[in-house]
């Protein structure tokens, strides 16, 4: 017969899994949620003062602490020890063990900042919602983004291979009065650099101009700038010059959601030109170009049988009028015909 060696875990213990700590308590609150009470599982510690391990038992004290919720909120309440130190020339009498979940002084686990942490710089969501989602207050998410910040490795020793390079407004535009008396316009806006492999953010400057990003590249060293093989811009004419000059033999990549972007606001364009040139005014549900604009606008190969006939011919749905001429117009008209046709064509539209 064999039997198990070490510190045997109860069920709970198990299933809540915080290193450290065994759940001796667990109950249903009536508004919702549970309360699990936990406690040490090592009352062994060393004085923090002399450093003599004590196991001496002072007075037990009661905390609440954060912890991430899992199926709905989630109370924990730990036990905590007070021990008395041994060492009668140790100048402290009483001490409070620590661990790594819960460090000194601690008003939420380890894990907790943890998955906040990651949920903000790893999934980039804004430090409101994720305080919102993990039931903190939001100086407590903005507290560890900044100690995690602290704790950043050096730019320059990165072995970095592919930038991003993006603006952001974090809030609205502003005035302020200059020396002269006069107001001054003032937009927020700063742009962030990333590492496209991994989402790292490797600095954020004030502005969206091309001094600001190019000055920021002309602080890295000429081997981190060699290294550097593409750099992921949207359409922006300020970063484009900033990359020409501080990172000559890196490639450029426009991200697809602003390329598809002006190809339908040139679609859209044409379309609209294309019917004031014939009609002489704007757009209406006879004139085919309008009543298929959506269609323009979306992929060939997404399109039903009906919407890519409705789409190569140009004509308007079984539901619009026959006729789409405007009146005194001739039905042979060649010219208008040729128009509508080179339009209604996939490879035109792509």
């Given at each position: 017969?064999?039997?198990?060696?070490?510190?045997?875990?109860?069920?709970?213990?198990?299933?809540?899994?915080?290193?450290?700590?065994?759940?001796?308590?667990?109950?249903?609150?009536?508004?919702?949620?549970?309360?699990?009470?936990?406690?040490?599982?090592?009352?062994?510690?060393?004085?923090?003062?002399?450093?003599?391990?004590?196991?001496?038992?002072?007075?037990?004290?009661?905390?609440?602490?954060?912890?991430?919720?899992?199926?709905?909120?989630?109370?924990?309440?730990?036990?905590?020890?007070?021990?008395?130190?041994?060492?009668?020339?140790?100048?402290?009498?009483?001490?409070?063990?620590?661990?790594?979940?819960?460090?000194?002084?601690?008003?939420?686990?380890?894990?907790?900042?943890?998955?906040?942490?990651?949920?903000?710089?790893?999934?980039?969501?804004?430090?409101?919602e994720v305080a919102t989602d993990f039931g903190v207050a939001w100086w407590t998410v903005q507290a560890t983004v900044n100690a995690?910040?602290?704790?950043?490795?050096?730019?320059?020793?990165?072995?970095?291979?592919?930038?991003?390079?993006?603006?952001?407004?974090?809030?609205?535009?502003?005035?302020?009065?200059?020396?002269?008396?006069?107001?001054?316009?003032?937009?927020?806006?700063?742009?962030?650099?990333?590492?496209?492999?991994?989402?790292?953010?490797?600095?954020?400057?004030?502005?969206?101009?091309?001094?600001?990003?190019?000055?920021?590249?002309?602080?890295?060293?000429?081997?981190?700038?060699?290294?550097?093989?593409?750099?992921?811009?949207?359409?922006?004419?300020?970063f484009k010059k900033a990359i020409t000059e501080q990172l000559p033999n890196a490639e450029v990549s426009v991200d697809p959601f602003?390329?598809?972007?002006?190809?339908?606001?040139?679609?859209?364009?044409?379309?609209?030109?294309?019917?004031?040139?014939?009609?002489?005014?704007?757009?209406?549900?006879?004139?085919?170009?309008?009543?298929?604009?959506?269609?323009?606008?979306?992929?060939?190969?997404?399109?039903?049988?009906?919407?890519?006939?409705?789409?190569?011919?140009?004509?308007?749905?079984?539901?619009?009028?026959?006729?789409?001429?405007?009146?005194?117009?001739?039905?042979?008209?060649?010219?208008?015909?040729?128009?509508?046709?080179?339009?209604?064509?996939?490879?035109?539209?792509?």
């Amino acid at each position: 017969m064999f039997e198990p060696t070490g510190l045997r875990r109860d069920a709970a213990s198990v299933i809540f899994n915080l290193p450290g700590y065994r759940v001796i308590e667990a109950v249903d609150l009536p508004l919702g949620g549970r309360r699990v009470k936990v406690q040490p599982v090592d009352l062994d510690q060393g004085c923090p003062e002399c450093g003599v391990v004590s196991s001496r038992l002072h007075a037990w004290s009661v905390q609440r602490v954060r912890d991430v919720p899992h199926a709905g909120r989630v109370e924990v309440v730990v036990r905590k020890p007070r021990l008395a130190c041994v060492e009668p020339a140790c100048g402290r009498r009483t001490f409070t063990p620590v661990t790594d979940q819960l460090p000194a002084r601690a008003r939420c686990t380890t894990r907790l900042r943890t998955r906040v942490l990651a949920a903000v710089i790893d999934s980039g969501r804004a430090v409101t919602e994720v305080a919102t989602d993990f039931g903190v207050a939001w100086w407590t998410v903005q507290a560890t983004v900044n100690a995690a910040a602290l704790l950043l490795a050096n730019v320059d020793e990165l072995r970095v291979r592919r930038l991003g390079i993006d603006e952001h407004r974090y809030r609205r535009v502003r005035w302020f009065r200059d020396e002269a008396g006069g107001w001054r316009r003032v937009e927020p806006w700063m742009s962030t650099i990333v590492n496209a492999d991994g989402g790292q953010v490797l600095g954020i400057v004030d502005g969206r101009d091309s001094a600001a990003v190019g000055g920021w590249l002309a602080a890295r060293s000429q081997a981190w700038r060699n290294r550097i093989e593409v750099v992921a811009i949207d359409p922006s004419a300020a970063f484009k010059k900033a990359i020409t000059e501080q990172l000559p033999n890196a490639e450029v990549s426009v991200d697809p959601f602003h390329l598809v972007q002006l190809a339908n606001l040139m679609v859209t364009r044409v379309r609209q030109r294309l019917i004031r040139d014939r009609e002489q005014r704007r757009g209406r549900k006879i004139d085919p170009a309008w009543a298929n604009r959506t269609l323009l606008l979306r992929g060939y190969d997404t399109l039903s049988v009906r919407a890519r006939t409705a789409s190569m011919t140009s004509s308007p749905s079984t539901t619009q009028p026959r006729s789409c001429q405007r009146p005194g117009a001739s039905k042979n008209n060649s010219a208008d015909s040729s128009t509508w046709t080179q339009w209604s064509r996939p490879a035109a539209r792509r």
